[in-house]
């Protein structure tokens, strides 16, 4: 008997080259150990890591910040969702993609335009060289945890507001909370950034409303 295995396509790129690096993960060969997803530059590498809870957490390079970002997501939503990415906490810019290859490869592509058209005329050795500047920022794993459940709410449709068929919702960074806002009706909820304990908490959210 042929089983149907699990499997989605995961990318990134490399903070070092600029190159995109994807593979394809499945759900066998990630129950058994922990896969290192490395850049062909030798610059780089993604760690994705199957929980004994049945998620799965990446620490995923960042292009922009001088260390990695960690998540955790439901195995569900990393096997069987066709796309959704993984944003920086602190330039709000996709640095790691999940779903079917396709969708990954032109996701890849667009977030590489958009990123040389936010570079101007530098290029991305750049961006590399000025990854560890110091920033007055909130803690980045606090910030990983806040952006981590409203991606999952999100995903969920766990965020509500005035509109009556769902409202378009945006992400504001301020120097200790982040709001989160409806263009649409106006209504917005407020979420601390400055404790570690309230992102804790914050990851007990079922839902979000806004008002």
């Known amino acids: 008997m042929v089983l149907d295995q699990k499997q989605t396509t995961v990318a990134y790129r490399c903070p070092e080259c600029g190159a ?34 049945k998620k799965v957490r990446l620490n995923v390079p960042c292009f922009a910040c001088p260390g990695p970002h960690s998540y955790m997501i439901s195995s569900q939503m990393f096997f069987e969702k066709e796309l959704f990415s993984l944003p920086c906490a602190y330039s709000g810019l996709d640095v790691c993609f999940v779903g079917k290859s396709d969708n990954v490869q032109k996701a890849m592509e667009k977030a590489e335009e958009e990123l040389m058209e936010l570079l101007g005329e530098a290029d991305f050795s750049d961006l590399a060289a000025n990854r560890g500047e110091t920033r007055e920022l909130s803690d980045p794993q606090i910030l990983d945890i806040i952006y981590y459940v409203i991606k999952e709410l999100e995903e969920e449709n766990a965020i509500s507001c005035a509109c009556p068929d769902g409202g378009d919702y945006e992400a504001e960074m301020h120097d200790d909370h982040l709001t989160i806002r409806c263009k649409q009706c106006g209504c917005k909820a407020e979420i601390p950034t400055n404790s570690l304990i309230a992102a804790q908490d914050f990851l007990n959210c079922d839902d979000l409303e806004l008002t």
């Open 20 to 53: 995109a690096v994807m593979s394809m993960v499945g759900v066998f060969a990630l129950s058994a150990d922990m896969i290192r997803l490395k850049c062909p530059c030798g610059g780089s590498e993604m760690e994705i890591v199957y929980t004994k809870d």
